[in-house]
């Protein structure tokens, strides 16, 4: 029996690693297009976008692991089954139970790790970077690109010549007033300061102010001049894990149940990859969708949920499913 454990160890690593690896990139694929669409409204370097793609990481692992441990089960189990070396081993008399056994503590492994990931590792990850979504929204608002239109500095609209790191050169800028009034500005150079991620301030040199007030134009020279920036840069305090789920109750539960999945609904995997070939189709594709959306619907559901009478439900729902489909597919049988 101690051999048999050890081949069916192996043969759903097998599966799992080879299924794990798509889904992965899968995954990761649909929240790298977020993160794309995230550079379409700020200006991204290559270290922010993984340094982005790096705060996303657990949560792709996190949705991975359910999904390939779900798929894999059914896949090793319904292999076996095919090649009929299930039915060799009941027909020699190993009980199901022994045969569950040999992937029991992996599951609980998974259980593990994917808890671990959702109550304390998810929080922070998930604070962490919407902190840092803050902090470069606010640094692609004070960077003015050369020769570029439509660029605003607070309520002024800006257009330089140059931009030589952080200084300007041949400043314009174009301000709406009240009254249908209006100013022009013209420097001869500036910088953007931004003192401790404070308050940001234009600061510029060498310059004519053109004032429209009624009829009369009004001309300033100027050698120096600070311009105000009304945007300030906000983070976020990290909340501890522990407040930070109580303020969100439905995202707790659907984290919670999902990494609950390996273990609870482990039993329900197993006996859909069981099938004797004689009487029975190998229908292992379509029990991992099923398995898919009863998993996934659920837990979404649970989300949207405040009561937390909904994920309890669902976990006695999850493991009356698993034991009947046990019971009339595999003890009965077997």
């Keep these: 029996m101690l051999r048999s454990k050890q081949y069916i160890l192996k043969t759903f690593s097998k599966s799992f690693l080879t299924l794990f690896i798509p889904f992965y990139i899968i995954i990761s694929l649909s929240n790298l297009i977020y993160i794309s669409r995230l550079s379409s409204r700020i200006t991204l370097s290559s270290s922010d976008f993984l340094t982005f793609y790096m705060f996303i990481t657990p949560d792709i692992i996190f949705i991975t692991i359910p999904l390939t441990f779900l798929a894999a089960t059914i896949n090793t189990f319904s292999k076996l089954s095919e090649s009929n070396e299930m039915i060799a081993l009941f027909s020699l008399g190993v009980r199901p139970k022994e045969i569950l056994k040999s992937l029991l503590p992996l599951a609980s492994l998974f259980t593990l790790l994917l808890l671990i990931i959702a109550i304390f590792i998810i929080p922070y990850t998930s604070q962490t970077m919407n902190n840092f979504k803050l902090k470069k929204i606010y640094e692609s608002n004070l960077k003015i690109l050369p020769n570029s239109l439509s660029q605003d500095f607070g309520n002024h609209h800006v257009f330089i010549k140059k931009n030589i ?41 060498d310059g004519t102010i053109y004032q429209t007030q009624k009829e009369n134009l009004k ?6 001049m600070k311009l105000f920036n009304n945007a300030k840069y906000y983070s976020n305090k990290v909340l501890p894990f522990s407040e930070y789920w109580l303020r ?40 991992i969708i099923l398995s898919i959306i009863i998993v996934y619907v659920l837990s979404i559901i649970a989300k949207k949920q405040v009561n937390v009478c909904v994920p309890i439900s669902i976990i006695f729902l999850w493991v009356f499913l698993s034991l009947l489909t046990y019971n009339r597919r595999v003890a009965n049988r077997y």
Excluded: C, W
């Design 165 to 205: 790191d952080g200084n300007l050169e041949d400043v314009t800028m174009f301000t709406h007033q009240k009254n249908s009034n209006f100013q022009i500005l013209f420097s001869q150079s500036g910088s953007i300061q931004n003192p401790d991620n404070k308050r940001s301030f234009l600061n510029l040199e």
């Design 219 to 224: 001309i300033i020279n100027f050698k120096d």
């Design 248 to 287: 969100d109750r439905g995202k707790f539960y659907y984290y919670t149940l999902l990494a609950m999945t390996p273990l609870l609904l482990f039993l329900f995997y197993f006996s859909l990859g069981i099938y004797n070939t004689r009487y029975q189709m190998n229908l292992s594709s379509l029990y």
